[in-house]
């Protein structure tokens, strides 16, 4: 069974591949259960673990565990572990065991990517990102391997991680700064992408040019949410996967705040990749991009990861 360290396992996951691989991995399809959600009680610890499974056609059985332990900060420990461990699908035998944080991570920002491929109007140049953390960080990298981008404006609660951010950016040579004011960055923008763990809006409708697409990655519970209901009205949607109808609060606030219809929906990822639907039709129209993430998606970077090592 192959094993790879971290920093060998981004190098494995170059954004122009993994973009590539997950729009593959859409057009083929993957059997994705719901995942499966246990709360773990050992002593006075509780913890929740989290079980995503998918397999393919292909013959790759995938399992992502995300254990979420929030006692883990009163003793000096990250809060969330996880692991992804890939079989052949075939005979049950393990292939790889692959750090899930970095697998959750590359494919979440990769996936924001392969959206606004299709929905991002092709001569956007501009690009803010809203969230510093593990996924905000992936994210300018990711947006430029399918735009050509000449201004990165990143922007976090915290200040300093929005200039360490932006200063690593520019160190790989992406044109990338740090804003302390989001409002002015966002109307200037073409393309706005959220990697948050917010529980309220940030992103104001008025904040939002015509023509300018709204990337939604961060909130993945119906607690959560990173722009307002009105964000919704007058914008097209697309999904990764219907799931974002059950999990997402942006979406079920827009509902619930009349300001959009779940039969509004334009489509999902496998049907743009797969050509079923189509993407942004013209220059002002305003288009939303709303991912829950997806076990499909692990399985996808998880393979790509596989072939390198074995390749090697």
């Known amino acids: 069974m192959f094993r790879a360290d971290t920093d060998t396992l981004v190098r494995l996951l170059p ?5 590539k691989a997950l729009a593959a991995a859409f057009v083929a399809g993957a059997n ?35 254990n979420i332990f929030p006692g883990n900060r009163a003793k000096g420990l990250p809060g969330l572990h996880s692991t992804y461990t890939l079989f052949d699908a075939r005979t049950g035998a393990p292939l790889a065991l ?37 996924v905000g960080g992936l994210v300018g990298p990711a947006m430029a391997a399918v735009r050509e981008l000449d201004d990165i404006a990143v922007w976090d609660i915290d200040p300093d991680a929005s ?13 990338a700064r740090a804003v302390e004011q989001l409002e002015p960055a966002v109307r200037e923008a073409d393309i706005v992408s959220c990697a948050t763990l917010a529980s309220q809006p940030i992103i104001k409708p008025e904040w939002l040019a015509a023509g300018s ?7 993945f519970t119906p607690a959560m949410a990173e722009a307002e209901p009105a964000c919704f009205a007058q914008a097209d949607v697309w999904v990764d996967t219907e799931e974002a109808l059950m999990k997402s609060g942006d979406l079920l606030n ?23 639907i189509k993407g942004r039709s013209n220059d ?11 076990a499909l998606e692990d399985l996808g970077a998880a393979k790509l990861a596989y072939l390198g090592l074995k390749n090697a």
């Open 32 to 66: 994705v259960p719901l995942r499966h959600s246990h709360i773990i009680e050992s002593g006075t610890d509780t913890g929740t673990s989290l079980l995503m499974p998918a397999w393919d056609a292909e013959g790759y059985y995938g399992v992502k565990i995300v």
């Open 213 to 219: 697409h709204l990337d939604l990655i961060g909130s």
């Open 98 to 134: 692959l750090d899930g944080d970095v697998i959750t991570s590359r494919r979440t920002a990769a996936a924001a990517a392969l959206g606004a491929s299709y929905l991002a109007r092709p001569d956007a140049t501009r690009l803010v990102v809203v969230g510093a953390g593990r």
């Open 254 to 276: 827009a509902i619930a705040a009349g300001r959009w219809r779940a039969d509004a929906l334009i489509g999902n990822l496998t049907q743009l990749c797969r050509g079923q």
């Open 163 to 175: 200039q360490r951010c932006a200063q690593r950016w520019r160190e790989s040579g992406l044109p």
């Open 284 to 294: 002002q129209q305003r288009t939303i991009f709303k991912a829950v993430g997806t």
């Open 15 to 19: 954004f122009p591949e993994l973009i």
